[in-house]
């Protein structure tokens, strides 16, 4: 059983993700949390396995918290579960190493996917004595799987963008070379190449001849 502390300052929010998280097998609501001081009081006496976190509470900041707990070295999960729409939000959620960031107002099926996603994370890690690059891959996806989750920007095939990057080697190659490879025109190839590179999954370099422009090229970081 998973055990949840949900640290939510508007009761009726709170109730409907109480709510939400009992209607999932493997789950356990603690306690709700109304305040910070509520949350480090209960987080110390229940030793919840996850928290449901809101960013904005009446006396502080869920990030606050968040930065209390890894700085503690405390061994539970944080999922934000807020309104906060900002870019900066986000980046200091991934930078503190949250399980999720889901915006409010909060769909069941979404909470539901995360959680369960969590369960089985949970569950393989708890089997593996060891890992390997596949059973990374498996929980948290491959680099190329985490871009297309955040989604992909117009002229950019998914299926195509991982023949590209397949084609990609550590030798380095041209775009006209890789567009060879995947059958694509060198335009195209490079479109995608580009796009790689601005996700860190391709590094560029520029190759001089004896003769004309130097070439640019492509291979695996």
Known sequence: MIKILIVEDD???AEIHRR???RLAGFEVLGVALTLFDAREQIEILKPDLVLLDVWLPDGEGFALLRELRQAGASLDVILLTAAREA???QEAMRLGVVDFILKPVVFERLRDTLDKYCQSRAVLAALADIDQQAVDALLGTPLQ???AGG???GIDGLTLQRVLAALGSQGASAEEIGGRVGVSRTT???YLEFLVGQQLASPELEYGTVGRPERRYRQP
Request: charged content about 15%; overall charge positive.
């Open 152 to 154: 992909l920007p117009k």
């Open 11 to 13: 009761p009726a929010i």
């Open 20 to 22: 939400f998280v009992q």
């Open 146 to 148: 985490q871009v297309a």
């Open 189 to 191: 190839a490079r479109r």
């Open 88 to 90: 900066g939000a986000l």
